[in-house]
């Protein structure tokens, strides 16, 4: 679910709990005890239906839309690797759970494993806490404050600012009518049990960062990829801005040979011309098809949208093209109309202010446009462009470039800065005014415009989409909804805002005012996620939903080719919602419906980790290849929730007057703030750089590698980050980049994929032997 999805959300969610009981026809607390009571029971029935109804569905479909939820192992040679999965009903469960870390990261990559290692931390934390809390914490609650923490159980109290003397008689006496003596000693429990939380969270943090960079640095040690041993040179000045200069400066660095160098230039004009080619070239594609016809290939009654495909080896699905079964016969020639039908017809605009038109011939009209556009783009081609102030260098080492990034180059500042490189297909060479200043000079998070940011790479972007999309959701749903959700009218939120934000004092109580009478909603909310719409992400409901519009707007043999692509799995929308459960159950790990959250936290990500595993092996392609860059990222995240959980303690315990406990917390808060900076100094460079002595000198080279058998953590071919798919447009176009150049002055001019005839050939003899660019996959 996207974040503004989560926002509405939690507006029709909120809005019951925000309203206030002061009027005569309040309700009782018995009223209210069966209304929380009946709304957590029914939401968990219909989340129990809905993703029971997802997943059964799922393993119904599963065996028959195999171009769908097993796309990925199709398409993929690294995923072909992976055990296939039986077609039987449950079989596939015990398969995918056996599969381990080492499979994982040879078929999915560093981001994936990544990924799956935050579910393990947080289900380790949560077991833990969740032991905690049943054993010691509940109990404690039970005795000495009657509360059980499960909503409608306990009296909702606090709903006002009028009430708060009474809220804070609540904490120490009680919910119920019957006041239960306090004993001081009960209110060191949330000094305790805050220390004990932030240390294991911190503890089981750094246990996985060390097993990340461990297994990060031996994966990338032992590379010799082109991208690990070229580095992105940024701040260029004018008077270095040619080959030969960044050469001669490299180079009198004494660091390193340089093996190529490619300084990005203002292709803005040729990239214009290539993206209005491709226009053009679609057009002629669907005016073929109206001419010769197209026949779609019939169903039988066990398929359903996505085509049934016949069982076949390994080797043959790795070499799957775009040419998909929707195309062909069984002997495999396309499927074409028996009778041509009439020459299609387009309209022309000529004359003053385009005021008259014709009409004239299409399939000659858009042949003719596209030759003289091919006559343009040739001499674009051989243009000389001017030079932007990026280079992309490539040294004989890795070492040299690891040297390179890892210092400081020129004395002036956001001048010859050096970066990591991206994958040559990762690159955004279609916005050169982005390419002119350095990544640092421009990368801003804010205002959601993450792909005009001044990032060169769809890795980038994607690792500023989930700085983006966490603090959204951070903000809009965990503070506005909580910590200022009292105001029911805008003027009231600002009202309100402004005096909650009065001192560090103000906020604390604010949190733990707030924080108990929305637990209902939390608890509701993880449990529609976990058990209600997790499935249908199994299922891929999106995909599904929108299969029969793409199906019918499709005219020709490459449009019907493109329904064969797998979605994209989006780290972006994915790990940002993840992280704000787990500071919820960090946050709740103390109150009495800590045990609650933290068993609906644990199925959550114990299905989260099961579906997504699935998801980025079998089913979704995921073309940014960051090198598990998003874990530091995580850790930031989850250190903003550890301070955020003690903040809230700190302004419970004062909310019962234990001043002197509640400032036994503030040393442990500034020592999260300085662990925080002391990660950020320490671990996460290892998360970044490869370090010099993880680096394989005595590698082979491939000749040699040839002979031998690979290493467990060396990447598989499927893998090379020298040769990711190259997307244009949004789309895989066939091609593998395997240099740093711009794909506008070598990608092929193909003609249009008429049916009746064979694909295009997309690649010519010559530039095979230039090395540039690969064949489709």
Same mark, same amino acid.
């Given at each position: ?167 804070? @008689? #609540?904490?120490?006496?009680?919910? *119920?009518? %019957?006041?239960? =003596?306090? !004993?001081? +000693?009960? $209110? ?97 594609? @669907? #005016?073929?098809?109206?001419?010769? *016809?197209? %026949?779609?290939? =019939?169903? !039988?009654? +066990?398929? $359903? ?473």
């Amino acid at each position: 679910m996207s974040a503004t999805a989560i926002a509405a959300t939690a507006v029709f969610d909120v809005a019951p709990a925000m309203a206030t009981h002061d009027g005569p026809n309040e309700p009782r607390w018995e009223d209210q005890a069966r209304r929380g009571q009946r709304d957590l029971y029914t939401q968990f029935v219909i989340s129990v239906i809905l993703g029971l109804s997802a997943f059964l569905a799922f393993c119904t479909l599963r065996p028959k839309w195999t171009e769908l939820y097993a796309a990925r192992r199709k398409r993929r040679n690294a995923a072909s690797a992976l055990p296939e999965l039986p077609d039987s009903f449950f079989g596939w469960i015990p398969v995918l759970y056996r599969i381990t870390d080492e499979e994982v990261l040879a078929s999915a990559g560093l981001d994936a494993y990544v990924f799956l290692s935050f579910f393990k931390f947080a289900l380790k934390f949560l077991s833990a806490t969740f032991v905690f809390a049943v054993g010691i914490i509940l109990p404690l609650h039970l005795r000495y404050a009657g509360q059980s923490g499960i909503p409608g159980w306990d009296q909702d109290d606090g709903d006002n600012d009028d009430d708060m003397e009474l809220y804070r @008689r #609540s904490f120490l006496f009680g919910s *119920g009518n %019957k006041e239960l =003596k306090s !004993d001081p +000693n009960y $209110l060191w429990m949330y000094v305790i049990f805050t220390y004990v939380f932030t240390g294991l969270a911190v503890y089981l943090l750094i246990q996985e960062t060390n097993k990340i960079i461990l297994t990060r640095q031996k994966y990338l040690g032992s590379q010799t990829s082109t991208t690990d041993r070229t580095i992105r040179l940024s701040g260029i000045p004018p008077e270095l801005r040619s080959e030969e200069k960044i050469k001669g400066f490299i180079e009198g660095l004494q660091i390193g040979k340089v093996e190529s160098i490619t300084l990005c230039r203002n292709w803005q004009e040729l990239d214009m011309l290539m993206e209005e080619r491709m226009k053009i070239l679609r057009n002629l594609e @669907r #005016s073929w098809t109206k001419h010769l *016809g197209y %026949k779609k290939r =019939k169903r !039988d009654s +066990n398929t $359903l949208p996505l085509i049934r495909s016949r069982r076949r080896s390994t080797s043959v699905t790795s070499d799957i093209t775009e040419r998909s079964h929707l195309l062909e016969n069984e002997d495999g020639r396309p499927l074409v109309s028996n009778q041509a039908r009439a020459r299609p017809q387009t309209r022309i605009w000529y004359g003053p202010f385009k005021l008259w038109f014709r009409n004239v011939d299409a399939i000659d009209y858009y042949t003719e446009k596209l030759r003289r556009l091919d006559e343009k783009i040739m001499a674009a081609r051989q243009k000389e462009y001017p030079p932007t102030a990026l280079a992309f260098v490539t040294m004989e080492s890795i070492s040299a470039s690891q040297m390179v990034v890892q210092a400081i180059l020129d004395p002036h500042p956001m001048q010859l800065v050096a970066t990591l490189a991206p994958a040559p297909a990762d690159v955004l060479y279609a916005y050169p005014f982005h390419l002119s200043l350095p990544m640092e000079q421009t990368n801003f998070d804010g205002l959601g415009l993450s792909g005009l940011q001044g990032m060169t790479s769809r890795g980038d972007v994607e690792l500023s989409i989930i700085s983006k999309n966490f603090f959204f959701t951070f903000f809009n749903l965990f503070l506005v909804f909580t910590v200022f959700g009292s105001a029911t009218t805008f003027y009231g939120f600002w009202e309100n805002l402004r005096d909650k934000f009065k001192d560090a004092t103000t906020i604390a109580f604010a949190l733990a005012t707030s924080l108990e009478k929305f637990s209902q909603f939390y608890i509701n909310w993880i449990i529609l996620h976990g058990l209600g719409l997790f499935p249908f992400r199994l299922l891929e409901f999106g995909s599904v939903a929108m299969y029969p519009i793409h199906f019918l707007s499709a005219k020709t043999p490459r449009e019907y080719a493109e329904l064969s692509t797998p979605p994209t799995f989006s780290y972006g929308f994915s790990i940002p919602q993840t992280i704000l459960i787990f500071i919820i159950c960090v946050v709740y790990s103390v109150f009495p419906s800590s045990w609650l959250i933290c068993l609906c936290g644990l199925v959550y990500f114990f299905l989260g980790q099961f579906i997504y595993k699935y998801q980025l092996l079998y089913a979704m392609d995921h073309q940014q290849h960051s090198t598990g860059r998003a874990w530091p990222m995580i850790c930031s995240r989850v250190f903003v929730g550890l301070v955020v959980f003690q903040l809230a303690m700190i302004g419970v315990l004062a909310l019962r007057r234990a001043i002197t406990r509640s400032l036994l917390l503030v040393p442990l808060l500034g020592a999260t703030v300085w662990f925080t900076y002391f990660f950020a100094r320490t671990y996460e460079p290892l998360t970044k750089f490869i370090a010099l002595r993880s680096i394989d000198k005595d590698r082979p080279d491939e000749s040699e590698a040839s002979l031998s058998p690979p290493a467990v953590l060396s990447p598989p071919s499927g893998l090379d980050r020298d040769s990711l798919p190259l997307r244009i447009g949004g789309r895989d176009i066939g091609l593998r980049l395997k240099k740093y150049v711009n794909p506008s002055l070598i990608m092929p001019l193909d003609g249009p994929w008429i049916p009746g005839r064979d694909r295009p050939v997309m690649i010519s003899p010559d530039q095979f032997e230039e090395g540039q660019i690969d064949g489709a996959v």
